[in-house]
């Protein structure tokens, strides 16, 4: 059977970060279910779909291949055989995410695909349900948070980094507004697994909670 670790939280807790160097120390597979949800939206974005219309996006899902692929180099998401890795991390992607994120069918169709990538090889997968609804039975589970001030800071460094442009009220505004409809949907929503260890990141390193997650799992076998 294989051995999946969950992690969930909300954005800027850590989780990628944390996932991809987790997965590394274990040499597990490292799955980032908040890519799916980009890669769709943008080509829901890229073939003017409208957003509001739940069947047109199950259409467009059920005719859509979707690859990860785990490189050293990082994460490359290839949505019909294209790389759209950076174009899924763009700000008009971020804030329109939500559309395929709280249509119910839609995640179905997302969650199959998730569990026929988990369900084959030990795995660490981060995003928002996946402790509750995607992986319920997973070995170890974890949600990671950090105050929004956190949050929002390490969000505006990353962005700085990549040399854009970013106002940082404006910032913790949509990291906020994306809280809330995470939280809110009626599908899927980021909620911590009852049986899920949480770990508040504000305080602490990458390292600090890469170890902390590796050792829980190290002691419990
Ligand atoms: O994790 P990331 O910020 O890349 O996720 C982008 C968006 O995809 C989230 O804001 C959320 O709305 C959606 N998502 C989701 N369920 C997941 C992962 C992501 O609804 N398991």
């Not at 597990?28 to 939206?41: E, N, P, Q, S």
């Not at 467009?60 to 994460?75: I, Q, W, Y």
């Not at 804030?95 to 660490?124: C, H, L």
Request: hydrophobic share 40%.
């Amino acid at each position: 059977m294989a051995i999946i670790v969950t992690i969930d939280g909300p954005a800027g807790a850590g989780k990628s970060t944390v996932a991809k160097l987790l997965s590394k120390k274990l040499a597990f597979a490292y799955l980032d279910t908040g890519a799916m949800y980009r890669a769709l939206t943008l080509k829901a974005l890229n073939e003017k779909i409208n957003l509001e219309d739940e069947e047109a996006l199950v259409k467009l899902a059920k005719v859509t291949k979707l690859d990860l692929e785990d490189n050293p180099a990082g994460l490359k998401v290839l949505l019909d055989g294209k790389d759209v890795s950076q174009e899924i991390r763009t700000l008009e992607v971020t804030n329109n995410t939500f559309y395929i994120a709280r249509a119910p069918k839609v995640r179905e169709v997302m969650v199959d695909w998730q569990r026929s990538i988990g369900n084959k090889k030990n795995v660490v997968v981060e995003g928002r349900d996946t402790g509750t609804v995607v992986f319920p039975k997973a070995k170890y589970k974890f949600y990671l948070d950090a105050d929004i001030a956190e949050r929002s800071k390490r969000r505006f460094d990353e962005l700085k980094q990549k040399g854009k442009d970013v106002n940082k009220e404006l910032l913790t505004e949509e990291l906020k507004d994306r809280d809330n409809k995470d939280l809110t949907r009626k599908v899927g929503p980021l909620k911590k697994a009852q049986d899920a260890i949480s770990l508040d990141t504000t305080k602490l390193t990458i390292d600090e909670v890469v170890n902390t997650l590796y050792k829980h799992i190290n002691k419990n076998g």
